[in-house]
């Protein structure tokens, strides 16, 4: 005899696939979210190079004095705008396949 609507039979075969496949799609984006907003990402910079680069452009007389400062002020900006979870290091202090970051006007952004 049934009693007040409930279902005594248990979750049964489909109930348990459900819960199974709920909970991990559940996990998966709770990495997926973790990784894109939280996790610190460390991101390599050459400055050295781009230092040396506008230095050489400045004494090769290809730009002014005001070019130099306006691009370094421009590189300055570029390392600045990043994500909250990027930490910036010097190439030079890296050791491993890690993602590089280009801080050259021609050079388009991230370097795999």
Same mark, same amino acid.
Do not use: W
């Given at each position: 005899?049934?009693?007040?609507? /409930?279902?005594?039979?248990?979750?049964?075969?489909? +109930?348990?696939?459900?819960?199974?496949?709920t909970?991990?799609?559940? !996990?998966?984006?709770?990495?997926? =979210?973790?990784?894109l907003?939280?996790a610190?990402?460390?991101?390599?910079?050459?400055l050295?190079? !781009?230092?040396? !680069?506008?230095? *050489? $452009?400045?004494?090769?007389g290809?730009?002014?004095?005001?070019?130099?400062? $306006?691009?370094? *002020?421009?590189?300055?900006r570029?390392?600045?705008?990043?994500?909250g979870?990027e =930490?910036? /290091?010097? *190439?030079?202090?890296?050791? +491993?396949? /890690?993602? #590089? #970051? !280009?801080?050259?006007?021609?050079?388009?952004? $991230?370097?795999?």
């Amino acid at each position: 005899m049934p009693t007040g609507g /409930i279902d005594n039979r248990g979750l049964g075969l489909k +109930g348990i696939v459900i819960v199974i496949t709920t909970s991990i799609a559940c !996990s998966a984006a709770a990495v997926a =979210v973790y990784d894109l907003f939280f996790a610190q990402k460390i991101v390599a910079v050459d400055l050295a190079s !781009s230092i040396a !680069s506008q230095k *050489e $452009e400045y004494t090769a007389g290809k730009i002014t004095a005001a070019q130099l400062v $306006e691009n370094i *002020e421009g590189l300055l900006r570029r390392m600045e705008k990043r994500k909250g979870n990027e =930490v910036l /290091i010097l *190439e030079e202090a890296v050791a +491993g396949d /890690i993602r #590089h #970051h !280009s801080l050259r006007n021609d050079e388009g952004g $991230e370097e795999e």
